[in-house]
């Protein structure tokens, strides 16, 4: 249902948005709210323009865009691999597994700003503790999920395979990665919410550069139309990378069900 | 605070978990693990192989503890700071769960209501909470009200998705059937529709749980004069290692009661999710 209205844009939502724009527009220009708290989305448009062709803060939006986009993606990929590669040693331990996840199940439930000060003692406030905040946001839920779904791949599926002679590495490429891929790909898309809201934290709490820190930054200096492209920015971030997620997962595991 | 819909590999594959140990001897390992891990801790710092402003030792620690909790720490003893923490999520959780469930019914059983509502709530949800947190403190100022109000933004999209999803999974046949038995209206949303959606709701209420707690720390950085995350930025700027550890260690309790406390209602409220 949400799919299809993601392609077909229902005549309801459009007048939605219009309406929504055009009561912001009277809203702003009314004089009731100040400029400060609400800018007319045409000012908005305006310092879009502004910023993307002179920068903000001594960097341009692009540079802010790739330093955030670089920084999510060094801890995304070091949190897949390492939740992966964890997931199926757990999974496949039962003494790891008893070991490991009671530490796990504590650790997941600490708030990743508090972890980063855990971080920012242990490796100093640079670029090291923030991405290695960032992948343990990202390993985790791909680590759970990995775990998970190893452990519900039916056992008549890999004797199967055994009895057709299928072992090693054919036996791990063909039959648990291919069983366990579906849920490792939802365990990612999940792990990338976190690990993008743990990167806005960071930036916002403890960076002079990104994103995070810019959106943060612009509010100080109550300029709310920085603030609002920021957001928009951000969102756009977001929205594409779990776009692109989702088809990886309808791409690459096309027998799933699409979660 | 990570939420992960748990199956139970009995229930999915129909065999007995043998990739798991019993749980008679999943506990002693934990304890050797909570022992080792102790022990390694202990050593290392006892040792003087790690400096102790980086990792305090357990005694360290445990005097720190015990300080913030009789003395106090930032301006409060650590039961006030924990109880302003505690006291700012019930009610962000209370907000949120009373503006997103009903919310979510209403989109999942009117289409115009969702219509009108998705592309707003599509452009919103992308964005994670913190980043509203600018919007927030110009508008609302740097009080409680931003505080809460960054809480509730991050566990308010988890409820009305998932309550909408589980309002459209309600089986047609069911409804069906309650209508030829006479039943219509306010009775069939409750009866019917309520009852059938209410499990895959509460999953919903946990992930929003997990989200607004994960935002607890964030919230309480700017400009708090009392709870954990004031006392852990406190501790960071003064460099009191041992009190970071202290809240640290609570923090992830704290989530850890949080998230057993519900997947236990969980169970209580929705003895048949699943069943039929």
Redesign the interface.
């Known amino acids: 249902m949400r799919d299809k209205s993601r392609f077909a844009i229902p005549l309801r939502s459009v007048l939605s948005l219009v309406t929504g724009m055009v009561l912001w527009h009277l809203v702003a220009s009314s004089g009731w709210v100040a400029e400060f708290e609400l800018p007319r989305p045409s000012v908005i448009v305006e310092d879009f323009l502004y910023v993307a062709v002179n920068g903000y803060g001594g960097a341009s939006l692009w540079e802010s865009l790739m330093i955030s986009a670089e920084r999510l993606a060094a801890g995304l990929s070091s949190g897949i691999i390492i939740g992966v590669v964890g997931g199926y040693c757990i999974a496949n331990s039962r003494i790891a597994s008893a070991l490991l996840d009671p530490i796990i199940d504590f650790v997941r439930c600490i708030p990743p700003l508090a972890i980063l000060s855990l971080l920012v003692m242990w490796f100093g406030i640079g670029e090291e503790s923030k991405i290695i905040m960032l992948l343990i946001g990202a390993m985790i839920p791909v680590l759970l999920a990995t775990v998970q779904a190893i452990r519900t791949i039916r056992r008549e599926r890999i004797e199967g395979a055994r009895s057709l002679g299928l072992r090693g590495l054919g036996l791990l490429r063909y039959v648990i990665l291919m069983s366990a891929l579906p849920d490792i790909l939802t365990g990612i898309r999940i792990g990338f919410g976190y690990s993008f809201g743990a990167l806005v934290a960071a930036e916002t709490i403890a960076a002079s550069s990104g994103m995070g820190w810019m959106v943060w930054n612009a509010s100080m200096y109550l300029q709310t139309s920085v603030v609002f492209i920021c957001i928009v920015i951000i969102g756009g971030m977001g929205f594409l990378a779990d776009a692109a997620l989702q088809t990886l997962h309808t791409r690459l595991v096309p027998w799933a069900r699409h979660v | 605070?990570?939420s992960?819909p748990?199956?139970d590999?009995q229930a999915?594959?129909g065999?007995p978990?043998v990739?798991?140990?019993p749980w008679s001897?999943?506990i002693p390992?934990?304890l050797?693990?909570?022992v080792g891990?102790m022990t390694a801790w202990w050593s290392v710092t006892a040792g003087g192989v790690v400096a102790p402003?980086?990792?305090p030792g357990p005694e360290v620690v445990f005097q720190s503890f015990w300080k913030a909790a009789i003395d106090g720490y930032a301006g409060a003893t650590l039961l006030g700071h924990l109880g302003a923490s505690a006291l700012r999520l019930a009610v962000a959780f209370v907000v949120t769960v009373g503006i997103g469930v009903p919310l979510g019914l209403v989109m999942g059983s009117s289409r115009?209501v969702r219509?009108?509502?998705?592309?707003?709530l599509e452009?919103?949800r992308?964005?994670?909470?913190?980043?509203?947190?600018?919007?927030l403190?110009?508008?609302l100022g740097v009080g409680d009200l931003s505080r809460v109000t960054l809480l509730v933004l991050g566990g308010l999209p988890a409820v009305v998705i998932g309550t909408t999803?589980a309002v459209?999974r309600v089986r047609a046949d069911r409804i069906q059937g309650a209508r030829a038995l006479g039943i219509s209206g306010f009775a069939l949303f409750r009866i019917v529709i309520y009852g059938s959606c209410l499990p895959d709701i509460l999953t919903s209420v946990r992930i929003a749980a997990t989200g607004i707690?994960?935002?607890?720390?964030?919230a309480e950085?700017m400009g708090s004069r009392i709870g954990l995350?004031t006392m852990?930025?406190a501790?960071?700027n003064q460099m009191e290692?041992g009190i970071?550890?202290v809240?640290?260690l609570l923090?992830?309790?704290?989530?850890?009661v949080v998230?057993q406390a519900l997947r236990w209602s969980q169970r209580r409220l929705v003895p048949w999710a699943g069943k039929f």
């Open positions: 605070m990570t992960i748990v199956r590999a999915v594959t065999q978990d990739r798991q140990l001897e999943r390992w934990g050797v693990s909570a891990l402003i980086v990792l115009a219509e009108v509502i998705d592309p707003w452009l919103y992308p964005v994670p909470s913190l980043a509203y947190l600018g919007l403190v110009i508008w999803e459209g707690f994960t935002t607890l720390v964030a950085l995350g852990l930025s501790a960071s290692p970071i550890y809240v640290v923090l992830g309790a704290m989530g850890l998230d």
